[in-house]
């Protein structure tokens, strides 16, 4: 198998299609016949809602007990934390639990590099691992970015969602600087893109104040009721509303996902400057 790919899907402003986007991208990946894995590293839990687990805070296993399990040097006997969905892929669910496993961080040693020894332990298995991130840049997200080797970073096409995203990669910076050395932004794709004259002059923009520093993706994720829905669907678009635009976007986004680090198409950033 080759080197796996682990991807966190990160922006600090909550309702730009993160978890909708981790869960299709997971879905077309596994699609296309990879091995997936998808980790919800978000308290609320809303990727977890997303696959079917209405009720995450009753869960008796989630991401925030292997955690705790590393910070206590308690050896795990298998993964029995791993679910697998009827889509293909492999998935690990959060609930609040994991607000509490961010606040006992702040003492322990190593604390940034917690759920990369998890996802070190797990990802031989897949060709993919993808990090659903808490709108935020604490401790959470700070794991989730060192352990992996790209961010995807999706922005609702809005300026001020743009301008937003500086904060976001100032912290990536840092954590490349200090903690994890291999990381790259692998994209920005635009989301919630409506067919406004407005919106076509956000993605315009977007592209020509950040397509000079950093890969923008040509996908562009369109506002639609079908794509909204998914978030209650209980399936992802591909399998909700096969032939419509939001799926044919994805489908593409996936395709360029997939494209990520690949030789003869690298468009991860330069952060090393």
């Not at 909550?14 to 998808?38: D, Q, R």
């Not at 490349?176 to 315009?204: A, C, H, S």
């Not at 562009?220 to 669907?233: G, K, N, Q, Y």
């Amino acid at each position: 198998m080759a080197k796996t790919k682990v991807i966190a899907i990160a922006n600090q402003k909550g309702g730009v299609g993160k978890s909708t986007s981790v869960y299709c991208i997971g879905a077309g990946l596994a699609m296309n016949g990879k091995k997936v894995l998808l980790l919800d590293v978000d308290p609320q839990g809303d990727l977890t809602k997303m696959l079917g687990q209405r009720k995450p805070h009753e869960m008796p296993l989630t991401l925030a007990n292997v955690m705790n399990d590393i910070v206590a040097g308690v050896e795990s006997g298998g993964h029995p934390e791993i679910l697998h969905h009827a889509e293909g892929f492999d998935f690990v669910p959060a609930n609040r639990s994991l607000s509490a496993v961010e606040v006992g961080l702040v003492n322990v040693m190593s604390r940034e590099t917690v759920l990369q020894q998890y996802v070190d332990s797990v990802k031989r298995d897949y060709d993919y691992v993808l990090l659903d991130c808490r709108p935020s840049l604490g401790m959470l997200v700070i794991n989730a970015l060192s352990a992996s080797d790209y961010v995807l970073i999706p922005v609702q096409a809005d300026y001020l969602a743009a301008e937003d995203m500086t904060e976001l990669i100032g912290t990536v910076q840092s954590i490349k600087r200090q903690i994890n050395p291999k990381l790259k932004i692998g994209g920005v794709f635009l989301t919630m893109v409506n067919e406004t004259n407005f919106r076509r002059d956000i993605v315009t923009s977007v592209k020509e104040n950040f397509g000079k520093h950093l890969p923008v993706m040509n996908t562009v994720i369109p506002a639609t009721v079908r794509l909204a829905e998914i978030s209650t669907a209980d399936k992802s678009i591909f399998l909700h509303d096969p032939k419509g635009r939001a799926a044919d976007a994805y489908r593409n986004l996936v395709q360029e996902v997939m494209d990520i680090g690949e030789k003869q198409r690298i468009k991860s950033a330069d952060l090393s400057r």
